[in-house]
C-alpha cells in the first residue's frame, strides 16, 4: 500500500514536471508554427479565424513571388557575403588581439571592450552615414562588412579572452624554452585547441551580421539590400501583404534555427562569458 | 624574413593588438567625438546651409522641450516593463530546466530559438499575432470570454504590447545566464537547508536567490542597457507611433536624422543616450565589483 502510494505521487510528480516542461515550449514553438504554416496560405486564409492549424492546402504562391518577383536570391546572397566577410575579417584582426589581452593582462583593454558592446550602436550610424556619403561608398559591400565588423569584433575579443585566460601558460612556456617564437607558438598550439572558442565567437558573429537591421537600413541600397531590411518593405501603411511577408520572415529565420539547432552547445557557452564569472 | 620574425616575436604584445585597437578607435572614438561636434551646431541637411557653432543651444533646446522628456519617460517605461518580466520569467524558467530530465538538451535548444531570430523578423511575426480585427491573440482573447485588445494600434496598450514581444525574445538570455549561475553555485549549503528540513520554497528565496545575487544582478542590467538603447523591434512594429506613443530616444533621434534631416538636434539626442547608457554601464561594473568583494567572487 505504501509502495504504491510512493509510485503515485512519483508519477503525478513526472506528470506536473512534463506540463511544467510544456508551459515553457508551447510559446516558443506555436508562434513559429503559426507563422511557418501561414507562409503557405494566401491572404483569405490567413485572416481565417479560427485558423486552421493542420488540414489546410498548401500553397507555394508566396514562395514563388518572393524568389521570382522579387529578388530574395540576390538578398539572401548579400547577407551571406556581409556576414561571412565581416566574421572572417573580425576574426582575423580580434582573435591575436584578445590573445595578447589574455597574455598580458591588459586590463584597460577589456573594460574599452566592453563599453564598445554596452554603446547604442545608434550613435557611431550618424557619423557613418556622413562620413560615407562623402566617399561614395553607401550602398557598398564593404561599408556594410565594415560596420558589421565594429558590432563583431567587441564580441570575439571579449569571448576570446575569457578562453584564453582559461588556457594554461604552461602550455606555451615549455615550447618557448625550446626556441619557439611567440607568433609560432600561438599559430602551432593555441589556436589548434581553442576551436571551441574560435566556433562560439564565429557563429555569434555571422548570426549578429546576418540578422542586423540597423546598419543595414541606413548603409545598404538596391545593389547591396540584406534579407533584414528587405522585410520593411512588405509593410506599407496599415496594408501588410502577410503570406508573401511571412514567407520572407521564414527565409530570413531558417537559417538561424539550423544554426541554433547544430551548434547549440557553443551558443550557450558564448552568451555566458562574462556574465557568470563576473 | 628572420628579422621581420623577430621583430614579432618581441614586440608581440602590440604587433596582435594594434590592428584591432586602430580599426576601433576609427570606428568608434572617431564617430563619437564627430557625433559630439555635429551636436553643439545648429546643422539642418534640407535647409543646404553648412554647419553653424551655436554654443550648446541644441542641448538647452532639447533638454527644455516636452518631446525628449516625454520619449525619455517612454523610454524608461519600456525597459522597465520588459525588463523586470524577462527576468521573472527567466529565472522561473532556469529553475525548472536546472532539473534533471530525459531531453533537456532539446529543450534547451527550443528555448534559445527566438533570442537567436532577427529582431526585425520577431516583430513582424507579433504584428500578425496582434493584428487587431481577425488577429490570433484577439481570436484566442474572445475565446476565453476575454476583451478584445487594439494591442499596438492603441496608446494605452502599444508599450505593453510590443514589450511583451520583446520579453518573448530575450528572455532566452536570461535564462541561459541564470542556469550557468545556477549549476556553478556550491551544493553544501543547499544540501544543508534541506538536511534541516527547510522547504523547496524556502532554500530559494533564503539561500539559492541570495547565492545569485552576483549574476542576477549583471544580467539584469545588462538586459536594462540592451532594451534601453533597443531599435529594430519597436522600428519594426510601429515606427514609433501610434501618436508617437512608442517613441523611444533611440526612434526619436533616428526619425530626427533621417525623417527630417536635423542633424545637430538629432546629434545632441544621441550624446544624452550616449551619456546615458555610459553612466548605466559604469554602474554595472562597479557594481558587479562590489559584488564580487563583498561575496569573495
Known sequence: MAVNQYKIRKLLKQVLFAGLVLIIVIPVLFPLYFVLISSFKNMAQVYLMPPKLIRFQPILDNYIYIFKTQHYGTYITNSAIVAVASTALSLLLGVPAAYVIARYKMGKANTAILTARLLPNISILLPYYFIFSKLRMIDTFAVLIISHMVLSMPLIVWIMTGFFQDIPIELEEAAIVDGCSRQRCFKDIILPISTPGLVTCSTLSFLGSWNNFQFALILSGEKTRTLPVSLQYFVSGADIRWGRMLAATIVVIVPTIVLTMILQKYIVQGMTVGAVKG | ?297
Open chain 2, 1 to 297: 624574413m628572420k628579422k621581420i620574425d623577430t621583430f614579432i616575436n618581441k614586440h608581440i604584445k602590440w604587433v596582435f593588438s594594434l590592428p584591432a585597437l586602430i580599426f576601433m578607435l576609427a570606428m568608434i572614438a572617431v564617430p563619437i567625438t564627430m557625433t559630439l561636434v555635429f551636436s553643439l551646431n545648429e546643422w539642418n541637411l534640407l535647409m543646404g546651409t553648412g554647419m553653424k557653432f551655436n554654443w550648446g543651444k541644441n542641448y538647452m533646446d532639447v533638454l527644455s522641450g516636452s518631446e525628449f522628456w516625454q520619449s525619455l519617460a517612454i523610454t524608461v517605461y519600456y525597459t522597465t516593463l520588459a525588463t523586470v518580466a524577462e527576468m521573472l520569467l527567466g529565472i522561473a524558467i532556469a529553475l525548472v530546466l536546472n532539473q534533471n530530465f530525459r531531453g533537456k538538451n532539446v529543450v534547451k535548444t527550443i528555448v534559445l530559438l527566438p533570442y537567436m531570430m532577427a529582431p526585425i523578423a520577431v516583430g513582424l511575426m507579433w504584428m500578425l499575432f496582434y493584428e487587431p480585427s481577425s488577429g490570433l491573440l484577439n481570436y484566442i482573447f474572445t475565446s476565453v470570454g476575454l476583451p478584445r485588445s487594439a494591442f499596438v494600434s492603441a496608446k494605452q496598450t502599444v508599450i505593453p504590447s510590443i514589450a511583451a514581444a520583446e520579453t518573448w525574445q530575450m528572455t532566452p538570455m536570461v535564462v541561459i545566464v541564470c542556469l550557468a549561475g545556477l549549476s556553478s553555485l556550491p551544493l553544501d549549503p543547499i544540501e544543508a537547508a534541506k538536511v534541516d528540513g527547510a522547504t523547496p520554497i524556502q532554500t530559494f528565496f533564503q539561500v539559492t536567490l541570495p547565492l545569485m545575487t552576483q549574476t542576477l544582478f549583471s544580467i539584469g542590467l545588462l538586459r536594462f542597457i540592451d532594451v534601453f538603447k533597443s531599435f529594430d523591434l519597436i522600428y519594426a512594429m510601429t515606427k514609433g507611433g501610434p501618436a508617437n506613443a512608442s517613441r523611444t530616444l533611440n526612434l526619436f533621434a533616428y526619425e530626427t536624422a533621417f525623417s527630417y534631416y536635423k542633424f545637430g538636434t538629432s546629434s545632441t539626442m544621441l550624446m544624452i543616450l550616449f551619456v546615458i547608457v555610459l553612466l548605466l554601464s559604469v554602474g554595472v561594473m562597479k557594481i558587479q565589483r562590489k559584488l564580487v568583494e563583498y561575496y569573495g567572487g
